[in-house]
């Protein structure tokens, strides 16, 4: 067992390499601050994290060909006409490249939510338990893109399908 006092080697080693570290670790924050000061304001950066399919804002690029499900409508809770209760997920698949296309559909959510509760909530109650689901779709996917401008909505997912009474 070593027994360190005030004047043993092994504690004066450990201070110095203590001190060296931290003068090494403030010579790196000198040097950076100077260096980002002296960078003109546009200048690109000196190397990015996690590839070159990743922006500034940290979303992933989208590639060519990329497809992603819109699912912003949530789980809908919708009265029906006999007092049931029908909880529904609606979700499509649009073009990751369409970035026009994409902000519309998030400021249409809500617009969305409600052209889907008014369309289930009109239907008799029989025809929602056994409903044709490829006729449902398509008239809800025609009322959707009566609401878009800058593209249309080519498939509907279905998921969550309860009917509580």
């Known amino acids: ?54 922006t500034r804002t940290g979303e992933t690029a989208a590639l060519p060909g990329d497809t992603r499900v819109f699912s912003w409508f949530g789980r809908l809770r919708i009265p029906l006409a006999n007092s049931s209760i029908l909880i529904l997920s609606i979700a499509f698949p649009y073009s990751a490249n369409d970035a ?4 519309e559909l998030a400021a249409k959510t809500g617009d969305f939510r ?17 409903f044709d689901e490829d006729k449902v779709k398509q008239e809800l996917l025609e009322l959707l ?17 309860m009917i509580i009474d």
Do not use: C, H
Request: net charge negative; no cysteine.
């Open 1 to 54: 067992m070593v027994k360190i006092t005030s004047d043993s080697k092994l504690w004066r080693i450990i201070y110095l390499a203590l001190l060296s570290l931290s003068g090494v670790l403030a010579l790196f924050l000198i040097i950076g601050t100077i260096y980002g000061l002296a960078r003109y304001r546009d200048a690109e950066p000196l190397f990015t994290l996690g590839g070159p399919a990743e």
């Open 100 to 103: 026009a296309f994409a902000e």
């Open 114 to 130: 409600a052209i889907a509760a008014d369309y289930f909530s009109a239907l008799p109650a029989e025809s929602v338990i056994q």
């Open 145 to 161: 893109n009566e609401n878009l401008r800058l593209g249309r909505i080519q498939q509907l997912y279905f998921s969550d399908f």
